[in-house]
Structure formats: C-alpha cells, structure tokens
C-alpha cells in the first residue's frame, strides 16, 4: 500500500506558488493513501496544460498525452487492462475546448474510470487567455474587451449525457476534495470531478476569496444524488452560492459490463500467439 | 459485369457470381465501381473469371447483367463484339441500333414476372439473371445453388435457387446455345481457394496476429474492416469499438498499445488527417499500434467511393517533427494479409508506429488466392517484458537508452515497474525535460531504431521483381496498381515484348540498396501511379538522385485496366 513517500518523484514542482493545481495533487495523492492502491495499478494520464505535469508530481504509472486527448487514450488503456485504476486529469480548455467531442461521449460510454478536470477558467499555460469556462465579460489577452459568449456549463453536459458520477470540487478545500476523489475512484464507472482551481497569475476574478465566499457543499443541504432532476436544478446555481459535491452518484452497467466475452480476462492476457483463423478462412472459400 | 442503380443489390449479386466460378475452380477478380450515395445512381460490379492465376479486371464486358438501361447505354464503350446482355425485356427497351452496334446479343428475359410468379422480393430478379447467366455460359447451376446455400438462410436460399433455375431454363428454351462464350469448371474446382476483398485480408491479418483492440470511425474506403472485424470480436476475445471520431480512435489504440496490447485502427485520408497529431504522440511515446490508411482520392473529401495513390508523400511525412515510422504498401490480397502481420511485428520490435497503406481499388476488390499459411510469420513482440514482476537490477526506465535504441517495455500494472510515457520530450523514466543533451540524446535514442529496423528490413521483402531479368524496360509501381501492371504484362509478353516489374513494398525506410540494384541494370524506367504528380518517382530522385524515363499516371479514381496501361507502356517504349 502506497505512502506519501512512495508517491514522492524526483521532478521539481514548476507550478506558481499558491496555485490551485497543488490542493488537486495533495488531494489525490491522499485519496490513494487512503484507498490502499498499488502504484504499480494506477494509471495517471494527463493533456496539455498546467495540470498535465501532474505526471511528473505523482510517482505511479503515466501517459503524458497531447492536448485534449485524455479520455480516449484513457479508455484505450482501461479496455485493454481492466484491472488498472485510470484517473484522467485535464484542464478546462484542455478537456472542454480541444476535448469537448470527447467528452460526453466518455460521459455516455461510461467506462470504468475517473476523470478530474483542473478548472481554472483561464489558459494558464498559454499565459492567459480566455477559456469555455471563463465568465462573460471575463477580460484576457485574447478578450481584451471581454468575453462574448456565455459560459460552458460542464457538470449540466455530463448529467444530460447519463453521467453516473458528477461532482463538483474546490481546490482550496482539499479535504473535501479528498473525499470526492476516493468516491469516485470507487464509483464503478465514469466518474467526473469538475474542480475549481484558481489561478494565481492570470485569472484576477476567480479567486481564492471569490470562491470561498461563494461555494456551499450539496452534501450539508440535504441533497438527493440519485436524483437527476434536482441534480441538473443544483447544476445551473451560478452566482451568490455555488454548489460543490456530488451532484449525481448512481451506477448504471459500465461499458464492460456489456462485453460479456472479455469480462473476466484483461486483453492484455488473451494470448497474442497462435489465433487459429481457419473457420473465419473458411467462409471465404 | 452486372449494372444498376444502388440499392438493386449489384455488388452482391456480381459477387455471387463470382464465387460461382470460384468454386468451379476459376481464379476470380471481382471489382466493384459505386458512387457516394445509397439510392439510384450508377454501381456496377465486374468479374473475371480465367483458368490462370487472374490479377485485375480487363477492359472489356463478354457478357453485361444490365438491371437497367443506363447500364447498357454508360458500357457500350467496353462492349466487345459478341457480348451477350442479359435484361429484363418487359421494362428496359433497347436495340442494337440504340447501342449503335450490330454485333451484340440482346437476351432479354422476363425477370419481374419470373419473380411474381414465384411471389419473392423484387431483388431477387439479380437471382434469375444470374441463373440466366449461367445457362448462357453453359456452367454448372448447382455452383450457383451452392453459394446462394451458404449465403441465404434456408427458406431464403431455396426460393432463390428456384429463381435461379427459372432464369435458367428461360434461357434454355429460348436461345440454346447461341451465345459464343462459355465457362467450365476446371481440375481444381473443389480445391479450396479464398475469395476476398484486401480490407478482408488486412482484418484477417489483424486477429492472426492477435491484435485485441480495434478502434476505428466509419470512413469509405475504410469501413469494411470495421464490418469485418465488429462481428468477430467476441469469437477472437477482442474488442471492437466504433469511436466518437478518428481522434478518439488513434489516442485509444495508442492507449491499448501502452497498456501492452497489440491494437490497430483504420481510415482514409480526412480521417488520417485528423491522426496525424496522435501518429506523432506514438512516435513519440514509443508506442506502437498499426494504422490503416485505405486511400481515397483528394483533395479534401474528392471523391468518396473511387480510387487513388496520393497520400504517400502525406502518410511518409505526417505529423510534426521527425521520428521513425514503417510504412509497407501491399499490392495484392495475399500482401494485405501477410503485411498486417509483419507491420504488427515491426510496430512492437522497434516500438514505432506501422502505417499499411492500401487505396480503394485494393481494398474492395475480391482477389482469388491460397488459403493464407497461419505460420509463416510468426509473432515477435520484441522487447515486451511478458512476467508479472520486473526484476531488473535498476529502477524500471521505460525510455532506457540502449544499444540499438529499443528500451525494454513492461506492461503497466507489473510488479515492481512504474511505466511511464510523455508526449513531451523525456527522460529514460518518462519525466517531462527541456534539456538540451537531453533531448538530442532521445532524438538519437529514437533514430536509432531506425537504423536498427532499416537492417532488420534488408532480410524482408521490402522490394519485389516480376518478369524477366533482362527486359527492355522495368516498370515501377507500388500498392495496387499491381494487378493492372501484371495482367498489362501477359498481353505485352503476347507480343514478344519484354518488360519486368518493380514493386515496392516497404516504402519506408525507403529499401534504396535493393530498389538501386535493379534500377542500374534497367534500360528504360516507366513509373506507374494513381497519381497527378508521380510521388513515387520524387522518392526514387530523393534515395537515388535518378530520375525515371517515363511516368504513366492515372488520377481519375480509377485503377488502371491492363490493355489501355499495356498500350501506355507501348507508347513509351
């Protein structure tokens, strides 16, 4: 079973001081600690962005991808090995700009795993432009006068496309968000974690203060998360009091669940060798 | 050659058909000509049935199925003297005159009442031509009945061999034997030969070389190989899966491959277009799935259904940067199948990405071979640390420098390894670096795999020679024109005209020693390509600093056809 120690990598963190990106590391890290995994069965795949050095930060099995490509090299990694754990972490433009396609359908597949997004409302890495997530009227280098359309509602998308595990967390909340990551680590299927994340550098109205002012835990307001419905009413609060948890938490069969003749045995482990393709020859005669 | 709009069951029935003087111990070429749409339009199917070894479709029609009468009017170019066109009389009128030819023969025969009276579906009025067909050739019906068995399900099949025997014996009554051509069943009818399409033999190649995911979007001329293998996947414990787009299909193959599974994916140029970031993050990664590129010609969408050679120069260069890739063009179906098993060799062996690149004509035409030898090759996963447990004396480094520039690969999820990747330049641990030794050093690590794969290649056979040695001129192709070129050279041999034929089958690394050997002894070098610029040759002038004699190129979307590329090569001689 993995401690801090283990988890530890030789890489130095690069993140601006007080970024929100450290509350996600402390917090995942913690939630395998406390889920008693295995670094050898843990998979942590990352986009393009300031969040794709959670590689680099977290000492388990990694796949470093290209931007906004988490989720299908993620699936491709859990279809193959189903007893993997696979934890897919993206950025806002990273997942909800260049791998919006992606996303639903991850959401609609529901495949066995779990994904984070670092949302920040900002491009941080770029240096500071506007992003899906960003509010209207949100000032940047590429929206000098304000941006024009209104915000992309991610946790609203993933509920319209039967997610089974939505929630929301804050970055400077890390207990908190602890707790969600073990959740959703355990949710047998696609879980999704939007979490906020303020950047310190670029992103001057999303603050630390800002949410802190603002954030309410759905979990303190008696929410129901088998219900769809209130959970898609609680998706839209966006405002004086914005809700984070769990939104919706109900398991429906995973992807694998339907592949019923690779159930049992990871590809990895159906042999490579000696695949007799007589009978499919044979229909060609 | 059967004719009609979509929909009228053309490809089927000339397949069918097909398959008929297979089993009477023909070899069979059978090519299909449709256009990008489901409804009316213009399809038709073409089979060639020989006593020899057959390699393409011929340039003219004995005998015409026309199921309506655009078909009669749109191949009365390629109608020979004494073609015989089978139609339905009662609803296509048409004369010699109309065709304006008096030497062929009309057999009209009664296709919808003959399907009225038998109370079946109107498509099965291909099923009364065909029998038609037969009783005119003078072949056997029950070749015939046999395949509509193993097609139709019994009820099905039995109404359809009723239908057969109608056309049949409508025939019989009516017109005897008047019809100049006939086909017969040969000493090896019985012999068990394979019938297929290229994409069929790529799918094939695919399960023989235990290729466990499958991730492709739909894309002519791609598509069949997701027909293919989506209905298997369950009999050869794989998975197959349809994905949201060809970028979600080359990041999850990457994906699978990472997780030490052998995967691939298919599609046509657009798509391949869309993969070309995720091909570079294979190369880059040291990943190695094997990606399919069925071409199709462009630019852009082009046209959809129909055939070309131009994304050679795109499928050797694709992606930013520099790293090492294979690509193997094959040229026929036997190639399409042994190929597929040695891209996924070489993909795992030198951990690159394998790029099979085929074009439409090869990859719906049937072809007739051997049944395939599962045993030739064998599988090599190269590097690939198969125990549960890494006991290496050091910490496990998935991108560890090494002689030849192969790191050993463990499976994530392997006790006592942590296996880790980076689409941004790494380390040997796979941490992100900016280093500048660094990075010369895995630019260094990466082309040395193609040193080492460019060896290995020298025992392949990355090149082939067809013909005489001595030869008056050396023809040059690669992929599909293959068929074409070999048939083009039994009608010049006819005439004492001596040439033989270069096929490249490894594209790259381009085999430059072995292409250079035969080229030095060529009098007269004619490249031939399905292509507006002669990529092919550009390559040789890159390898070689030579140029070739003469280009003959086709970019119509259509495959070239023996007598008229035949006469080409005569043009230039």
Known sequence: MVTLEDLKTPKTNTWCPGCGNFGILMAFKKALIELGMEREDTVLVSGIGCHGKMVNYVNVNGFHGIHGRVLPLAEGIKLANPKLTVVGFAGDADQYNEGWGHFVHAVRMNVDMTLIVHDNMVLGLTTGQATSTSQQGFKSKSTPFGVIPPMLNPVAHALVSHGTFVARGFSGDMFHLKNLIVEAIKHRGFAFIDVFQPCVTFNYLNTYDWFRQRVYKLEDEGHDVTDRKKALEKAFEWGDRIPIGIFYNRERPTYHDNLLHVKDVPLTKVPTENVDITSTLNEMM | ?573
């Open chain 2, 1 to 573: 050659m059967v004719g009609g709009e979509a929909g009228a069951g053309i490809t089927r029935s000339g397949f069918l058909f097909a398959k008929t003087c297979l089993r009477g111990g023909l070899y069979v070429f059978g090519a299909n000509d449709y256009q990008s749409l489901i409804r009316g339009g213009h399809n038709f199917y073409t089979v060639r049935a020989e006593n020899e070894m057959v390699y393409s479709q011929a340039d003219t029609v004995d005998l015409l199925l026309a199921l309506n009468k655009e078909t009669i009017l749109l191949h009365k170019d390629e109608l020979v003297s004494g073609t015989g066109i089978i139609y339905d009389g009662d609803q296509i009128s048409i004369t010699g005159e109309e065709i304006g030819r008096d030497d062929i023969k009309l057999y009209p025969v009664p296709l919808r009442n003959i399907v009225k009276s038998l109370e079946g579906p109107q498509i099965m009025e291909n099923t009364v031509a065909l029998g038609a067909a037969i009783a005119l050739l003078d072949y056997e019906s029950e070749l015939l009945n046999s395949v509509l068995r193993d097609t139709f399900k019994p009820k099905i099949a039995e109404q359809n061999i009723e239908a057969a025997k109608q056309g049949y014996s409508y025939i019989r009554e009516n017109y005897g034997n008047s019809f100049g051509y006939r086909l017969k069943k040969t000493g090896s009818a019985g012999k068990k030969r394979v019938f297929l399409t290229g994409n069929e033999a790529i799918g094939l190649g695919a399960l023989n070389a235990g290729c466990k995911l499958y991730a492709a979007y739909p894309m002519t001329p791609a598509t069949s190989i997701l027909h293919f293998l989506a209905p298997l996947d369950r009999e050869y414990k794989m998975v197959v899966i349809q994905t949201e787009n060809e970028i979600a299909a080359v990041n999850m193959v990457a994906g699978a491959s990472f997780a030490g599974v052998r995967s691939m994916t298919a599609t046509s140029g657009g798509g391949f277009c869309l993969m070309s970031e995720g091909l570079g993050m294979i190369g880059m990664t040291e990943t190695s799935p094997v990606i399919v590129l069925v071409q199709r010609p462009g630019p852009s969408t082009g046209l959809p259904t129909y055939t070309a050679q131009g994304d050679l120069r795109f499928a050797i260069h694709a992606s930013q940067g520099e790293f090492p890739r294979v690509l193997i063009a094959p040229g026929d179906v036997e190639e399409c199948f042994y190929s597929t098993l040695e891209a996924f060799n070489l993909a795992e062996k030198f951990q690159i990405p394998a790029l099979i690149v085929s074009d439409k004509y090869l990859s719906e035409s049937h072809g007739t071979d051997e049944p395939f030898d599962q045993n030739r090759i064998g599988i090599d996963r190269g590097k690939l640390i198969t125990e549960t447990e890494y006991r290496g004396e050091e910490e496990y480094k998935r991108h560890k420098f090494t002689e030849d520039g192969i790191s050993p690969r463990a499976m994530p999820g392997t006790k006592g390894a942590i296996v880790r990747t980076n689409a941004d330049e790494h380390n040997e641990l796979g941490y992100t670096t900016e280093d500048p030794v660094l990075t010369i050093k895995m630019a260094d690590k990466r082309f040395k795999k193609l040193d080492a794969l460019t060896k290995e290649l020298e025992n392949y056979e990355t090149v082939k020679l067809y013909g005489p040695e001595e030869a008056d001129a050396t023809i040059i192709g690669w992929g599909s024109t293959k068929g074409p070129i070999r048939e083009a050279m039994k009608l010049l041999s006819k005439e004492d005209i001596k040439v033989n034929y270069l096929q490249i089958v490894y594209l790259h690394p381009f085999p430059a020693d072995k292409v250079q050997k035969t080229l030095q002894s060529a009098k007269k070098t004619i490249v031939v390509e399905n292509n507006k610029t002669s990529q092919l040759s550009s390559l040789i002038r890159e390898h070689l600093l030579t140029a070739v004699d003469h280009k003959i190129l086709k970019y119509d979307g259509r495959p070239f056809n023996p007598e008229a590329l035949s006469q080409s090569i005569k043009g230039v001689l």
